[in-house]
């Protein structure tokens, strides 16, 4: 079985890509929707998060936005939040990974958006990251509510740059140069991985 990474920067359209890879028959395990998951009331990082972090508790959720207000602002709070989140994910991914290669799927992609900053890379047979102009990146992400130039920039600062992450990449998925583009790179990767005997 083939490991695809899938990684890149805040906005980059990492998301979307990974439901191109779905499209294609490919099991994408998603790091990010893990950390939903375990973050939800009930899910096992939920009390460890609220004994951390009293205030992001609103209504019996946790408050995301609060909480990445807090954690983006302070790295120290960051690296408590994230010694909770990743063995978590990790034990996860790691499930996800032993049913597949039961299954004798010849391809998985790993969507993880901390992928090299984490050192992820060294439990992928591939990496591909996708990029697009600065300028398009800026675009989407300010459109989203709650962002600011500060937590942009912030968050920015804590990832690796697009041009870093492009040079130890395997694979570079357009993503702003059209729709079209980008699922027709994932076509290509997918048929080369898949056709690797
Ligand atoms: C702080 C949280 C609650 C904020 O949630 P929110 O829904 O507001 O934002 P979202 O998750 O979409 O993150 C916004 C952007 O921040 C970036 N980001 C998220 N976590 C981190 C991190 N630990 N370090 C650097 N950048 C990060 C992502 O690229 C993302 O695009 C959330 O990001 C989180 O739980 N982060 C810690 C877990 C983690 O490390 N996740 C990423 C890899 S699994
Ligand atoms: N290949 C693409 N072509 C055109 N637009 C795209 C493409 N990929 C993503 N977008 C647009 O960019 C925005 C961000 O995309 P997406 O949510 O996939 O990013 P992401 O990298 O998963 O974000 P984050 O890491 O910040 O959660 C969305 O508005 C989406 O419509």
């Known amino acids: 079985m083939v490991i695809l990474g899938l990684t890149g920067s805040i906005g980059m359209g990492k998301s979307t ?3 191109m890879f779905r ?12 950390v939903h998951r375990l973050m939800a009331p009930g899910g096992a ?5 609220i004994s951390t972090f009293p205030d992001v508790l609103k209504n019996g959720r946790i408050d995301r936005q609060i909480l ?4 983006f602002a302070d790295s120290d709070a960051l690296k408590r939040l994230e010694a909770i989140l990743h063995p978590l994910v990790r034990k996860e991914e790691n499930r996800f990974l032993k049913h597949n290669r039961l299954a004798q799927r010849l391809l998985v992609v790993l969507d993880i958006p901390l992928l090299f900053e984490t ?3 060294k439990r992928c047979d591939h990496v591909s990251v996708v990029s697009a102009p600065q300028f398009i990146q800026r675009q989407r992400v300010m459109a989203r509510s709650g962002m ?4 942009f920039s912030a968050i920015l600062a804590k990832q690796m740059p697009d041009r870093e992450k492009r040079r130890k990449a395997d694979f570079i998925i357009p993503t702003g140069l059209g729709r079209a583009v ?15 005997t």
């Open 45 to 49: 990082a939920f009390n460890p998060i």
């Open 68 to 71: 990445g207000t807090i954690v």
């Open 182 to 196: 980008t699922f027709a790179t994932i076509r290509t990767i997918v048929d080369q991985l898949e056709n690797r």
């Open 17 to 19: 890509a990974a439901g």
């Open 148 to 151: 600011t130039d500060a937590k």
């Open 23 to 34: 499209y294609l028959g490919v099991p994408v395990h998603d790091a990010d929707a893990s």
């Open 119 to 121: 050192a992820g890379e």
